[in-house]
């Protein structure tokens, strides 16, 4: 009988994180989520499959508690997602320093601590494991007033490639890239959709299916130190106007 596989995932309690979730959740894992949304978080059904802790993934404390309570609920951990990300525009002039720490807390250094805190758990297994970090397109290209998140992003897919380095054979790390994901619920325009080479924007299940492949050994054993570029062909689309 296969054993049972445990992965934890950041900001899981709404849109393309709980999609991940979900999608685990479905296959037959058990599942850990933290994310500062406690109301979200309340939304899941209770299962003895899912453990849910409100906690802040750039306070080293609630990593630490956080691992502790996986540990004790499911014994073992096999693959960490880090989700968990906060952004949004600001003209570079008017960006303060503190607004620019804050998303280098959440979007790198959290990523950091939970790799950090994580990985001993994980390697206490005799398997292999693996970690998934999402990035995004903005680690590649950019539009004026991104700054932090842009350089956050981008220092993920860094992080990636020299966690997989420190980590193997034991430990497979490879980073997504998002292009434009659809929020639960949010609808957009024809021409939003159609300026996408594939006709659409991105959907949940989009991200959530190649995360999963990416975490299955058996499928994607012989894949590590990437990034995957999920955007509908935005990012191969030359313009100028
Ligand atoms: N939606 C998109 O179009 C898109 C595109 C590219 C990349 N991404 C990336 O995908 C990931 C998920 O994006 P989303 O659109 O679902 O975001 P979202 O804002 O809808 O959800 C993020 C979740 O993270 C949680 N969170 C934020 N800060 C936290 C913290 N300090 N500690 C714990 N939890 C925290 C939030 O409570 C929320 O539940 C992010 O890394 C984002 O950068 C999204």
Not at 48 to 75: H, I, M, N, P, Q
Not at 78 to 103: C, M, Y
Request: some cysteine.
């Amino acid at each position: 009988m296969q054993q049972e596989r445990v992965m934890v995932i950041t900001g899981g309690a709404k849109n393309i994180g709980k999609g991940i979730a979900l999608e685990f959740l479905n296959n037959g894992w058990k599942v850990g989520i933290i994310d500062l949304d406690e109301q979200g978080l309340k939304e899941f059904p209770i299962s003895e499959d899912l453990l849910t802790y409100w906690g802040d993934v750039s306070d080293e404390c609630a990593v630490k508690d956080f691992y502790g309570k996986v540990k004790s609920r499911f014994g073992r951990l096999d693959v960490l997602i880090n989700n968990a990300a906060i952004g949004g525009f600001k003209d570079f002039l008017q960006l303060s320093v503190a607004e620019w720490s804050r998303v280098i807390q959440v979007n790198l250094t959290g990523y950091f601590l939970m790799a950090r805190f994580g990985v001993p758990l994980i390697l206490e297994n005799p398997g292999t494991g693996a970690i998934i970090n999402i990035s995004s397109t903005r680690a590649l290209m950019s539009e004026p007033g991104n700054e932090a998140y842009s350089a956050s992003k981008a220092g993920i897919l860094g992080l990636t490639h020299a966690l997989a380095n420190s980590l193997g054979p034991k430990i497979r790390v490879n980073a997504v890239c998002p292009g434009w994901i659809l929020h639960e619920d949010e609808i957009i325009s024809e021409k939003e959709h159609s300026q996408h080479l594939v006709g659409r924007a991105g959907t949940i299940k989009d991200i959530a299916q190649l995360v999963f492949f990416l975490a299955d050994e058996e499928k994607s054993g012989f894949i590590t130190g990437q990034h995957f570029v999920i955007d509908g062909g935005m990012t191969k689309k030359m313009i100028y106007l």
